[in-house]
């Protein structure tokens, strides 16, 4: 279909190396898209170029650490450079800090702050900026969570701490915000960009996969009974990124077997 044709695309992922991240650079990549994609753990950034080393000319990888404004410009200036302009943006890097709110340190509240919500606003500004100087139409997609929008259930933990992660709710919740806000101020500026987000559920991880206990908590908290696949989260985004969402904008496209239904 025509209209699924993303081959002019020039996307740049951010939280590359992880799960989200390598799925859907696979899929840039297999549909022809050129990929910008950044991390900031070394070992994941190597591994991504075994995984596509037979897909180089089309990919640039680099290690950055996404709260950083410098590094932020210098990314967009090295795509900018070889491909041409980067038309398209995923914000998928983000980070949760595990302990008791009792024991969260400013740091720790910082960390997760720099990273789910300060790293989103420096690309999609910089992108923005970019996007006003060639006058271009361009797309964002900002990888958020359900937890953004709902409580997590603190029965399906193994782990107590690993309830306990309102700073990183609040992170997402401020994301999709910050979403709607860009998908109106940039139109409204005379930038032709849709922003859109993503809200997903749990995904099984199948190469660390999660506790068995865990999984069945969870599942049975699910009216689809299951956690997602990757690539049923990953699909999603490469709609958005795509001409068949190209009236969508300004929209938090929840992913999560219906769980915020309930």
Same mark, same amino acid.
């Given at each position: ?173 401020? =994301?999709?915000? @910050? +979403?709607?806000?860009?998908?109106? &101020?940039? $139109?409204? %500026?005379? /930038? ?28 049975? =908290?699910?009216? @689809? +009974?299951?956690?997602?696949?990757? &690539?049923? $989260?990953? %699909?999603? /985004? ?25």
């Amino acid at each position: 279909m025509k209209n699924l044709d993303i081959s002019d695309l020039v996307v740049l992922v951010t939280g590359a190396g992880g799960q989200i991240g390598q799925a859907l650079i696979e899929k840039l990549l297999f549909n022809d898209a050129r990929v910008v994609a950044v991390d900031n753990d070394q070992d994941k950034l190597n591994q991504l170029e075994i995984n596509f080393k037979n897909k180089l000319q089309n990919i640039i990888i680099d290690k950055i650490d996404v709260h950083k404004e410098n590094e932020v410009k210098l990314i967009f200036k090295k795509g900018n450079e070889k491909f041409g302009n980067i038309n398209a943006l995923v914000n998928n890097a983000g980070v949760a800090v595990f302990n008791s709110w009792k024991e969260r340190s400013e740091q720790d509240f910082n960390f997760v702050v720099d990273v789910n919500l300060k790293g989103p606003f420096l690309f999609m500004r910089e992108f923005l900026l970019n996007l006003n100087k060639i006058n271009k139409k361009g797309v964002i997609v900002n990888v958020a969570s359900h937890y953004g929008i709902i409580s997590p259930n603190p029965t399906i933990y193994d782990d107590n701490d690993r309830r306990s992660s309102e700073v990183y709710g609040a992170t997402k919740a401020g =994301l999709i915000q @910050m +979403s709607k806000y860009f998908s109106i &101020n940039g $139109v409204l %500026d005379g /930038i032709d960009v849709r922003v859109n987000s993503i809200a997903p559920g749990g995904i099984i991880n199948e190469k660390n996969p999660q506790s068995k206990s865990f999984i069945e908590k969870y599942s049975k =908290l699910n009216p @689809m +009974s299951r956690m997602a696949k990757v &690539n049923e $989260v990953v %699909d999603p /985004i490469i709609f958005l990124l795509s001409p068949m969402s190209s009236y969508i904008n300004g929209h938090t496209l929840v992913v999560d077997g219906g769980m915020t239904s309930w």
